[in-house]
């Protein structure tokens, strides 16, 4: 099984876009207005940025946005120390990079009010592997 697509609420889905694209390398597929963008990366992944206040009705979204982001992994750390840099530059407000979870990780918050995590791959230590029959 493959995941083939994410979408995400986005408060400025052309911003988000253009980001995507500038600093993740995703191309952009289809643009519906200030409504929606669909993206795609090298790999087939799906990334679709909407804003469809009308569709959150009834729909409570967490008041914690911190702990809803998605993570871009780099192959090493001086590729997540240069898109920090990068992004810097740019003026993004941008955490600096730290060792969290075994990886090396920055975060940053979207236009579109989600974060975005930069980060090495987070290595799984034996013990902490997943086994379905562990009883």
Do not use: C
Request: net charge negative; glycine share 6%; hydrophobic share 35%.
């Amino acid at each position: 099984m493959k995941l083939n697509h994410i979408n995400l609420y986005s408060h400025d889905t052309e911003a988000d876009r253009a980001m995507f694209e500038q600093y993740f390398g995703l191309h952009t597929l289809v643009v519906r207005g200030s409504k929606m963008a669909i993206m795609q990366d090298n790999d087939g992944l799906i990334l679709i940025v909407n804003h469809f206040e009308n569709k959150l009705d009834g729909f409570d979204y967490p008041k914690q946005f911190d702990i809803l982001h998605i993570g871009f992994i780099q192959t090493s750390r001086e590729d997540v120390d240069a898109l920090y840099k990068r992004l810097s530059t740019d003026g993004w407000e941008v955490q600096a990079p730290r060792n969290a979870h075994g990886a090396w990780s920055f975060y940053f918050r979207a236009k579109g009010g989600y974060f975005i995590e930069v980060t090495t791959l987070t290595p799984v230590r034996t013990e902490e592997a997943y086994q379905e029959n562990s009883q």
